[in-house]
């Protein structure tokens, strides 16, 4: 009886133990101002960078086609190694002077650690810009408004509540 005793003990302190260790994830409206760009619709990759500058995780994929991901070249790569699912992520694609708005989750611990949110973007037959957004993972980085070098005229993020 002890002996069972103990081992009912021991699986409940595992159970707290591995529950309690859930990170906390916190959702992120997220709105994606174009450019004025004539030409066809842009794919947009927002990825969670770590503080190596590697890629960490896809957190949207505005692009239905997936053969045309490999336009999006460094993500790709990525995306090809790791076999990462992004069925749940991926949503269209936006065109020249359009906006795009997509709620993403982000693990609270990677706040103030050095990672980074990537905005990568493409359009079929013109220029990839690999860090067409790039922003900080900390509470005032996922709140400014910050400016787009290629495709992307401006990105705004909002906590949702």
């Not at 002996?3 to 916190?26: D, G, M």
């Not at 190596?52 to 505005?62: A, D, F, Q, R």
């Not at 860090?131 to 996922?142: F, I, N």
């Amino acid at each position: 009886m002890k002996v069972y005793i103990k081992f009912i003990v021991v699986i409940c302190s595992l159970f707290l133990f591995t529950n309690s260790s859930f990170a906390q994830t916190s959702k992120y409206k997220c709105m994606i101002q174009m450019v004025g760009y004539q030409g066809e619709k842009a794919y947009v990759i927002i990825s969670l960078i770590n503080p190596k500058g590697e890629y960490e995780k896809t957190l949207s994929v505005l692009g239905p086609d997936k053969q045309w991901f490999n336009t999006l070249k460094e993500w790709y790569k990525f995306q090809t190694k790791t076999k990462e699912k992004i069925s749940a992520v991926t949503g269209a694609s936006v065109g020249g002077g359009d906006r795009a708005v997509r709620t993403i989750e982000i693990d609270d611990s990677k706040l103030n650690k050095g990672y980074k949110l990537r905005f990568e973007s493409a359009v079929e037959e013109q220029k990839y810009h690999l860090k067409d957004v790039e922003l900080a993972v900390t509470p005032q980085g996922l709140v400014e408004r910050t400016e787009g070098m290629g495709y992307i005229r401006f990105v705004k993020l909002s906590k949702v509540q």
